[in-house]
T-cell receptor, first 112, second 114 residues
Framework: KNQVEQSPQSLIILEGKNCTLQ??????????LRWYKQDTGRGPVSLTI?????NTKSNGRYTATLDADTKQSSLHITASQLSDSASYIC???????????FGKGTTLSVSS | NAGVTQTPKFRVLKTGQSMTLLCAQD?????MYWYRQDPGMGLRLIHY???????AKGEVPDGYNVSRLKKQNFLLGLESAAPSQTSVYFC?????????????FGPGTRLTVL
């Protein structure tokens, strides 16, 4: 069964600290992996997308990595800010190109 | 450019009542989607549309109907609401139906069925 598992479920960090969120998947065949940021009460907004051949992609203070062999991805946030408090959702796209499998998300809280 | 908008933002229904959620996009996207988001679960696709006049079932279509009479609008209907349909509903749109294409989401509608 195609699944996307994210860990941790929730995380609290101090402003200015770094953190890493994990995404493991069993989707096969696989074509792309996307990370979304969802602020409370808002819809998800895309942060990055990677193909199976990409290992890393950055978007400002957000850096996503992908290991297609171990079926793992991570989202690293550098020098966290209060505005980073949100839910981060990993989405894996099957090779057919249309099947999206959403993870349950990791809720990040950044405190001052 | 408003992107994707949803109406209403909040709604409370009694069991058995009906309602329609409206989604509008101004990006001239062909593809539109309805998702539901429940606590402890990932977003789940209810129905989608690949163009004006077309609709298709997603992962959890039971209890919902949709219509796409105009390219910019996608309506989600609940004919007889049930408490199990209490959820946050998100509409999204994309230029193509390819999984790598970015889906742009609306702000959501929080629906409570009593």
């Amino acid at each position: 069964k195609n699944q996307v598992e994210q860990s941790p479920q929730s995380l609290i960090i101090l402003e200015g600290k770094n953190c890493t969120l994990q995404c493991n998947y069993t989707v096969s065949p696989f074509s792309n992996l996307r990370w979304y940021k969802q602020d409370t009460g808002r819809g998800p907004v895309s942060l990055t997308i990677m193909t199976f051949s990409e290992n890393t992609k950055s978007n400002g203070r957000y850096t996503a990595t992908l290991d297609a062999d171990t079926k793992q991805s991570s989202l690293h946030i550098t020098a966290s800010q209060l505005s980073d408090s949100a839910s981060y959702i990993c989405v894996v796209i099957g090779q057919a190109g249309t099947a999206l499998i959403f993870g349950k998300g990791t809720t990040l809280s950044v405190s001052s | 450019n408003a992107g994707v908008t949803q109406t209403p933002k909040f709604r409370v229904l009694k069991t058995g009542q009906s309602m329609t959620l409206l989604c509008a996009q101004d990006m001239n996207h062909e593809y539109m989607y309805w998702y539901r988001q429940d606590p402890g679960m990932g977003l789940r696709l209810i129905h989608y549309s690949v163009g004006e006049g077309t609709t298709a079932k997603g992962e959890v279509p039971d209890g919902y109907n949709v219509s796409r009479l105009k390219k910019q609008n996608f309506l989600l209907g609940l004919e007889s609401a049930a408490p199990s349909q209490t959820s946050v509903y998100f509409c999204a749109s994309s230029y193509s139906g390819q999984g790598w294409d970015t889906q742009y989401f609306g702000p959501g509608t929080r629906l409570t069925v009593l």
